[in-house]
């Protein structure tokens, strides 16, 4: 744990800001982060020494194998050769047989058999590792949406600092106003119920950062120094991404890779497999059933299967996996199609949050004209507290909806590139 802790801080830029230490978290320092807490790269790593442990046990069909065979019978009748020949009498076998073999095979050809099981072996491995990279990209998404809903209320809490800076500022105007008879103490009273009423939603969008920043603190496994800053670095559309590199699609491509190397494996059951055998070992009798003493026994040769009939056994299940093979191709239609349509959704978003960001602008620089004539004319007396705090809440409402788009427009893009599995 303390080494994960080390490596994150890595991530974390300190800036010296009036003299103290202030931390700021960017996003891609928290999605890595995540994956080591999730310790995805570990899972991946565990799936391939399974793997690997697999395909080593693979090879070893081609070794040859040893077996230790005993054998004691007894039957109720013995084996004899019914010739009566005079003076002489014929063998007769005993009913009991004894025998102990160690038996070697070596399979030379086991119709690619092996060869088969080792290519679906590396596809269930493959198909494995994929499925962690759909876990990251969901957690890449979580961290996404936590991490952007903790910057817009940052941004909203700056946003009502200022607006308070502004309010004390006439405060202390309208003050002195009402001192010399300029100004009602209503006016006073008014700007002091908008403080506090700021004070309020600064609480309340303080305890709601706390909560989102606790539910990114169970997302990295390790606590977020208070006090620490989000930074969103912009980021470009990338739209030479292609939908075929996301993880679920090239999980579904593993999946119908699989079901092909198990119709092939099918196949292979109907090719005949050829082998070397060799016993040795002893008998009591041996191979000469005529002989009851304890005697060596030994022999080499040849093997051949071949299964020629199976009642099309093999040919469903061919069916069959070409059939799965179908559906995965109908979940890849509609996952593309699904994707087209909330990339092209992103791409409109885009496109209107650009829009509005200019009018946001626009209307920032006309609402601060016409609020600072205002502070003027309150300040003279010319008009009254609540003309002024309806234009200063224009101001904080132009501000607010001009940060709250540009976070819209950095959603919107990493959404797009995360749909095409960036």
């Not at 040859?64 to 013995?78: D, G, I, M, R």
Request: proline fraction near 3%.
């Amino acid at each position: 744990m303390v080494r994960i802790k080390n490596i994150f801080v890595l991530f974390i830029m300190v800036f010296a800001v009036e003299g103290s230490a202030q931390y700021v978290l960017t996003l891609d320092s928290c999605i890595n982060q995540a994956n080591r807490n999730f310790q995805f790269n570990q899972e991946i790593e565990y799936n391939a020494q399974i793997a690997e442990l697999n395909i080593k046990n693979l090879n070893k069909g081609y070794l040859p194998s040893l077996e230790l065979n005993a054998v004691s019978t007894y039957q109720n009748e013995q084996i004899e050769i019914p010739v009566a020949l005079p003076g002489l009498d014929a063998p007769v076998a005993p009913l009991n047989l004894n025998n102990a073999l160690v038996t070697m095979r070596q399979w030379i050809f086991d119709g690619s058999l092996t060869q088969h099981k080792k290519v679906i072996e590396t596809a269930n491995g493959n198909i494995r590792m994929q499925e962690v990279e759909v876990q990251k990209l969901n957690v890449k998404t979580k961290i996404t949406q936590v991490y952007f809903g903790i910057l817009l209320k940052q941004t909203q809490q700056q946003i009502l600092r200022d607006k308070q800076a502004m309010l004390q500022s006439r405060l202390s105007e309208v003050s002195t106003a009402v001192e010399n008879g300029l100004l009602l103490e209503s006016d006073k009273n008014l700007l002091k119920a908008e403080s506090v009423q700021l004070k309020q939603q600064t609480t309340e969008l303080e305890f709601s950062l706390m909560e989102s920043i606790k539910s990114l603190e169970n997302l990295l496994g390790i606590p977020i120094p208070k006090g620490t800053l989000f930074n969103a670095v912009p980021t470009d559309i990338r739209f030479e991404s292609s939908l075929s590199n996301r993880p679920d699609m090239l999980l579904l491509d593993h999946q119908s890779y699989l079901l092909e190397a198990q119709k092939e494996l099918t196949k292979s059951v109907y090719l005949p497999k050829i082998g070397l055998f060799a016993d040795g070992g002893i008998g009591l009798p041996g191979y000469n059933i005529f002989n009851d003493n304890l005697a060596p026994m030994a022999r080499v040769g040849v093997t051949l299967r071949w299964k020629m009939f199976d009642w099309n056994q093999g040919r469903v299940l061919r069916q069959n996996l070409s059939i799965n093979q179908k559906i995965i191709d109908l979940k890849k239609v509609q996952l593309s199609s699904q994707i087209g349509v909330q990339t092209a959704a992103q791409l409109n978003t885009i496109e209107k949050v650009k829009t509005l960001m200019q009018d946001d602008a626009e209307l920032v620089s006309l609402y601060k004209l016409v609020a600072d004539a205002y502070a003027a004319q309150l300040k003279n007396g010319t008009i009254t507290s609540a003309e002024y705090i309806a234009q200063l809440n224009k101001v904080e409402e132009a501000e607010s909806n001009l940060e709250l788009h540009k976070i819209q427009l950095q959603v919107a893009i990493l959404n797009y590139n995360n749909l095409l599995g960036e």
